[in-house]
Nanobody
């Protein structure tokens, strides 16, 4: 059984930094694409934040325009964990953050429908 567990979310002040983690069991991040999405308060959909794809030539990373330069996605293959390092947080970064994994492909993806496995989400609240 595949299980993703998201953690690290909490309330912070604008300008602070925070690192989210996603640990998987029953599945490995090493050869498949992973992503982070968030759902803002009152919004029905999850928006893309960051993703990392795998290929024999190396990893490919994509970021949403709103977080590029502030957020960094990384994988720790030894611990089978994905991290999202967030710096210079803004109130608009507030939301529930979800990690996700593709089940059959290493190609980087930015749409929710392309992902099979999901964490339960972790709340990030940024106050001004």
């Amino acid at each position: 059984q595949v299980r993703f567990v998201d953690s690290g979310g909490r309330s912070v002040q604008a300008g602070d930094s925070l690192t989210l983690s996603c640990a998987a069991s029953g599945w490995t991040f090493k050869y498949y694409a992973v992503g982070w999405f968030r759902q803002a308060p009152g919004k029905p959909d999850r928006e893309f934040v960051a993703a990392m794809g795998w290929s024999s030539g190396g990893d490919t990373v994509k970021y949403a325009d709103s977080v590029r330069g502030r957020f960094t996605i990384s994988k720790d293959n030894a611990k089978n964990t994905v991290h999202l390092q967030m710096t210079n947080l803004k109130p608009t970064d507030t939301g529930v953050y979800f990690c996700a994994g593709r089940s059959t492909s290493g190609a980087v993806a930015m749409s929710t429908y392309q992902y099979t496995y999901w964490g339960q989400g972790t709340q990030v609240t940024v106050s001004s």
